[in-house]
């Protein structure tokens, strides 16, 4: 099994290899006319008026927290998924409980307004 | 692990290599062609006979185009974006099996997959997680107000449909039991009542719709194209970006499309087995259907708002294949 | 591959599942009353707690102890013991936050499932039997104190406090966790019970390994017990927190953690005694000289509370170092200490502490010794004299549970033959009596500032924690003798 990673690694470099050989060509043939409103970050068309401050709404914090919460509760469940013909029973009740105990957070999550956008 | 081997497998990765690429190429050209139908328009026609050659005119003037570099731009990740984006796309496709093994191929004799690892679903998702990264950097990297709110837009969509893609196929694995992708297509094998093929998509409908709606989602597509929304983000986080730059993301979302549809085709419908003739033919059957799927939905439907984008993978999608999971495992106990 | 389901017996576990059942029941319903009928929500938290507190004493009777999960837990009386003072600690706070929360318009429904929560990680700290369970009891206890620290949004103050108790607690983390992977590096386990059998008789007890991860373990536990000299969170933290908060934080996580430690140190190391007493020993003396010398200049009497409280755990420290397995009788002796001094800790703690919520109202901001606390005796004679009675007991003087739980300390000490640490104790105590007994002197001998104002009426759940505390600090006092039997009956720490 061992090898099946080193597969995937050759695949890797000859991906990036090939990418380096394309891009390559790209700079050997393209002009390059730089001008400094060529250079300006695109603005519709009009002077930049102000600099970048890279300040956004919270809520894409929120979603990240609630992504993570919930994309570990997927992984718990692969395993779960995989053994789950072995656990039966055990496995389920096991599981719904995991499932409900998320729930409420979810269900908390909604009511507080974690999941609005507006 | 011997020399030979080595060459096979760099033979086999170039073999899909170029065939993602001639597929995004011929992609492009398939969905310009098929939405000017749906629009009572011819499409391109001009180059080549009936517009065939368009992709490679396109190709070859992306080649000539400067590369403009922004004043301001963080380089090094402003140049590893994209390269990110399409590593993770054109990786993705290694574990995913189109035949059977052990064929005998021009007399040699090899397995039609080229890796066959036994996390092989956990793989695919780390790999269309690590594409989440691409986005995001472009939109950081690119020191402009476009790229930045659309590539938090674009991660902000990509996360929150990654949630219910990954649980969607949960229900999926507890049928396999195994994490193989050899494994869940060999599961698809036989049929019932001698004439039902034994595919997942007929015990977890719920299931392949939530994917399927997700994958369009991930794939940041009609009706989910928010992200390159121009009329209030421009470009979105691929704003600066110009000539082979700018062509590597377009690759990078198609193949993604061909990749999300070949996964598809594997985890819901048995993979490259089918009647009559089997092997790769099916899967690139089953594969070109989905992605006129995809086309389709791009010339029929509007785009959504991005609040109703985020309340449907949140508030629809995610309880949604919650309830998948627990109906699935209740249905196994019961059915023994 | 087969896979067996571990057996599981949750009713080992019941006092941790109870109180966590009714945090997400708390949490629940928090979402769908009203906002008028949330104090309901305080004495459904309140019903939580003594629902759990008579799980442990359905266990205490029935079959203990016993191991659990795998033996990741250890079901014994000395838990059951720790556990009843952090669900009593517990349920005198939520009565003590009733009121409060209203007051300050602190009534976010968070509170009390988030203290409930906090509740279960003591618990479930108090009942660890590995390094593991440990951490992560530990980190439900942290993450809920952190967001309380911070529950008064609108002040800095408050937020300040969250995040710094937030970042010094994560830090102290990381030393646990890189301490536990030394150990378990060492000894490949992180079970108490298996480290135990691993290091006994083995030659493991040098390894360098072993001592820097056990030195790593410690300096995490010192600096969530506020040990100097890792302390210099606690007086912002516990000052810029809510009061209500700071008093339940000041108990239910001494005495939890102090009872993890007692658990780890003697249940899982007692072969490498000589370690950690060596280094708990100079915790000790620096904890109880420099908490009680910071405590003497300061005017805020949350500050005070904070200093005094680093001074308290001081003493407790030294009875922990008095905790030689291979001496039994002294032993036990410090072990029953301990416990006899987180009980009465406890109580008169949490006393003193509904003094000040009672004088801080209405906006939780009259904390200031000379200008708040002066004349106190004229205008409010019974909260003075509650308020004389816990600084009393906290500067140990006879008659009171203080003074009960200083003697056995220091007799468990001078018995271990740790009289250094005896005398720091004495010397120190008395030392503290100048602070303790400034309030007293502030109260009855100072002239009020606050004369023409009326008396603020004492709400009733306050007045019932002040009651039972001043019973009870009263009560240990004279008759020590329940308690003290009970802790004696709670010594057996699990050993395989």
């Known amino acids: 099994m061992v090898d099946n990673y080193a597969i995937i690694l050759i695949m890797i470099l000859t991906v990036l290899g090939f990418g380096a050989l394309l891009l390559s060509i790209g700079v050997l043939v393209r002009p390059y006319k730089p001008t400094p409103r060529k250079l300006q970050s695109y603005e519709s068309g009009v002077p930049n008026i102000e600099p970048l401050k890279g300040r956004y709404t919270p809520r894409f914090y929120v979603i990240a927290i609630l992504f993570v919460i919930f994309d570990i509760e997927a992984i718990f469940l692969f395993p779960w998924a995989v053994a789950f013909d072995q656990l039966g029973l055990f496995g389920l009740v096991e599981m719904v409980l995991f499932i409900v105990i998320l729930l409420i957070g979810y269900a908390y999550a909604w009511r507080r307004g974690a999941l609005e956008w507006v | 692990m011997t020399a030979g081997d080595i060459v096979e497998y760099v033979v086999k990765s170039a073999i899909i290599i170029v065939f993602l690429l001639t597929a995004f190429a011929y992609m492009t050209l398939y969905e310009r062609k098929l939405v000017g139908r749906v629009q009572v328009r011819h499409g391109p026609n001009r180059v080549g006979p009936g517009g065939l050659l368009q992709p490679v005119a396109d190709g070859v003037k992306l080649l000539f185009k400067q590369a403009i570099t922004p004043r301001g731009v963080d380089f090094p990740l402003y140049i590893l974006a994209p390269a990110i984006s399409v590593v993770a796309a054109l990786v993705t496709f290694a574990v995913i099996p189109v035949g059977p093994g052990g064929v005998n191929l021009f007399g040699y004799r090899t397995d039609l997959w080229l890796a066959d690892l036994d996390v092989g679903v956990l793989f695919v998702l780390a790999m269309s997680s690590l594409g989440v990264y691409g986005i995001v950097l472009a939109g950081y990297a690119s020191n402009s107000k476009y790229s930045l709110l659309g590539g938090l837009r674009a991660s902000a969509q990509l996360i929150s449909y990654e949630l219910s893609l990954g649980l969607s196929l949960v229900g999926v694995l507890m049928l396999t039991g195994s994490l193989s992708l050899n494994d869940i297509v060999n599961g698809q094998g036989g049929t019932w009542l001698g004439f039902i093929p034994r595919w997942y998509i007929l015990v977890q409908p719920l299931a392949f719709i939530i994917y399927a709606i997700s994958g369009v989602a991930e794939t940041n597509r009609a009706p989910f194209d928010l992200v390159e929304a121009e009329q209030e983000l421009v470009g979105g986080y691929h704003t600066e970006y110009t000539g082979l730059r700018f062509a590597l993301f377009f690759m990078a979302e198609y193949i993604n499309m061909v990749t999300i549809s070949a996964l598809a085709a594997t985890l819901f419908l048995g993979g490259w087995r089918g009647p009559f003739f089997g092997g790769p033919w099916w899967l690139l059957l089953k594969i070109a259907l989905l992605l006129t799927g995809y086309v389709l939905l791009r010339a029929t439907l509007p785009r959504l708002r991005y609040d109703q984008l985020m309340h449907f993978g949140w508030r629809v999608l995610l309880p949604l294949s919650l309830l998948n999971i627990v109906i699935t495992a209740i249905g196994i106990v019961l059915l023994g | ?496």
């Open chain 3, 1 to 496: 591959m087969e896979i067996a389901p571990p057996p599981f017996d949750l009713g080992a576990i019941a006092p941790f599942l109870i109180v966590a059942v009714g945090a997400m029941i708390a949490l629940l319903a928090d979402l769908f009353i009203p906002p008028a009928r949330r104090p309901a929500l305080g004495y459904f938290a309140l019903g939580t707690t003594l629902v759990a507190i008579g799980a442990c004493v359905w266990l205490w009777g029935g079959a203990v102890p016993r191991l659990a999960f795998a033996n990741m837990i250890a079901v014994d009386r000395f838990g059951l013991f720790v556990t009843i003072v952090t669900l009593i600690g517990a349920a005198l706070s939520i009565l003590l936050s009733v009121d409060f929360l209203q007051e300050q318009r602190l009534g976010y429904g968070e509170y009390f499932p988030l203290m409930l929560f906090t509740v279960s990680g003591m618990i479930l700290l108090a009942f660890a039997n590995d390094l593991i369970t440990f951490f992560i009891a530990l980190e439900i206890l942290s993450l809920g104190l952190y967001i309380l620290a911070g529950s008064a949004r609108g002040r800095a103050v408050s937020q300040e406090s969250a995040i710094k108790y937030f970042l010094l607690g994560s830090f102290s983390f990381g030393f646990l966790v890189y301490g536990t992977s030394l150990i378990y590096g060492a000894t490949g386990t992180t079970n108490f019970t298996a480290l135990r059998v691993a290091l006994e008789g083995s030659g493991l007890t040098d390894n360098p390994l072993l001592l820097a991860g056990l030195a790593l373990v410690l300096v995490g536990f010192a600096f969530k017990l506020a040990l100097a000299p890792f302390h210099m969170w606690t007086p912002d933290v516990y000052s810029g927190a809510p009061t209500a908060v700071t008093a339940f934080m000041s108990v239910g996580t001494k005495v939890a953690t102090f009872a993890a430690l007692l658990r780890l140190v003697t249940g899982a190391l007692p072969a490498l005694y000589a370690d950690w007493s060596n280094a708990l020993f100079a915790l000790a003396i620096v904890t109880m000289i420099l908490g009680n010398l910071a405590a003497i200049t300061q005017r805020n009497i949350k500050r005070m509370l904070a200093y005094s409280s680093i001074g308290q755990a001081g003493y407790v420290l030294v009875a922990v170092v008095a905790s030689d397995t291979t001496q039994p009788g002294v032993n036990d002796a410090a072990q029953s200490s301990v416990l006899f001094y987180l009980l009465a800790y406890t109580f008169m703690n949490l006393g003193a502490f509904a003094v000040v919520v009672a004088l801080a109202r209405p906006d939780d901001e009259r904390l200031d010794l000379d200008r708040d606390y002066a004349g106190l005796a004229r205008r409010q004679p019974l909260l003075a004299a509650a308020m004389a009675v816990f600084m009393l007991s906290l500067g140990g003087i006879p008659l009171t549970a203080g003074f009960m739980g200083k003697l056995l300390v220091f007799r468990a000490a001078i018995e271990a033959g740790y009289w250094p640490l005896a005398v720091v104790g004495v010397l120190t105590s008395a030392v503290a009596l100048a602070f303790y007994l400034r309030v007293v002197v502030r109260m009855y001998a100072g002239e009020s500032r606050h004369a023409e104002e009326r008396p603020a009426r004492v709400p009733v759940p306050l007045a019932v924690v002040l009651a039972v505390c001043l019973v009870a600090t009263i009560q240990f006092g004279i008759l020590p003798a329940i308690p003290l039997d009970a802790a004696r009956g709670a010594l057996t720490i699990t050993a395989p």
